[in-house]
């Protein structure tokens, strides 16, 4: 069992940073891909980014390429997401999850944390 922790939401004005950061307790992430979500209010669930634990390879949204990094610290056993050059758009509840699968929709992580609040003001 996997219980992850996301923290470092908040509001921020248009064109600023965050670090958002998810810590897994239980067990480590070492077989899992570890991807961030977004929901906005009355929108469906986004993927945003994932790594890949084992080499790090990381895949992401179009719509935050360039400005969101995904990474990882093994001995925190904590992933991150650090966002720059944050839009109004971007506002939204953001959840990470596992997966032991690199590529997989959604419904394929089995892990999920409770979720943060980023709220960017225009």
């Known amino acids: 069992q996997v219980q992850l922790v996301e923290s470092g939401g908040g509001l921020v004005q248009a064109g600023g940073s965050l670090r958002l950061s998810c810590a897994a307790s239980?067990?480590?992430?070492?077989?899992?891909?570890v991807g961030w979500f977004r929901q906005a209010a009355g929108k469906e669930r986004e993927f945003v980014a994932r790594?890949?634990?084992?080499?790090?390879?990381?895949y992401y949204a179009d719509s935050v390429k360039g400005r969101f990094t995904i990474s990882r610290d093994s001995a925190k056993n904590t992933v991150y997401l650090q966002m720059n050059g944050l839009k109004p758009e971007d506002t939204a509840v953001y959840y990470c999850?596992?997966?032991?699968?690199?590529?997989?929709?959604?419904?394929?992580?089995?892990?999920w944390g409770q979720g943060t609040q980023v709220t960017v003001s225009s």
């Open positions: 999850a596992a997966s032991p699968y690199y590529s997989a929709p959604y419904d394929k992580y089995d892990y």
């Open positions: 790594i890949r634990w084992t080499d790090s390879n990381t």
């Open positions: 239980g067990r480590t992430f070492s077989s899992y891909t």
